[in-house]
Nanobody
Framework: QVQLVESGGGLVQPGGSLRLSCAAS????????MAWFRQTPGKEREFVAA????????NYAGSVKGRFTISRDNAKNTVYLQMNSLKPEDTAVYYC????????????????????WGQGTQVTVSS
């Protein structure tokens, strides 16, 4: 049974940093494309970042490029999202997600392509 558990969210001032973690069980993150999405009330879930199973490819939403970094620790079977220079508009519930099959060549930002989701962690950027 696949389980993704996010942690690391919280309240931070504009310009601050947070690191989110996604601990996986039931799969090996080194063989799956892993992604982060976020959602605010009344809006659709949106893509934030993804890392390919081979570790060589990453994708970022334009709104976070240059500020957020996705990474993976295979030994800990955990995926991270380092968020720097946070803005109030980054406030959202952040979700970790992965696709159904391992070694997928398509690293997408489409919600429908991801079937396993964590419960989410709240990030609030406010002074």
């Amino acid at each position: 049974q696949v389980q993704l558990v996010e942690s690391g969210g919280g309240l931070v001032q504009p310009g601050g940093s947070l690191r989110l973690s996604c601990a996986a069980s039931g799969l090996t993150v080194s063989t799956y494309n892993m992604a982060w999405f976020r959602q605010t009330p009344g809006k659709e879930r949106e893509f934030v970042a993804a890392v390919g199973w081979n570790g060589r490819s990453t994708n970022y939403a334009g709104s976070v490029k240059g500020r957020f970094t996705i990474s993976r620790d295979n030994a800990k079977n955990t995926v991270y999202l380092q968020m720097n220079s946070l803005k109030p508009e980054d406030t959202a519930v952040y979700y970790c997600a992965t696709q159904r099959n391992p070694r997928n060549i398509r690293i997408t930002g489409t919600v429908a392509d991801y079937v396993y989701w964590g419960q989410g962690t709240q990030v609030t950027v406010s002074s």
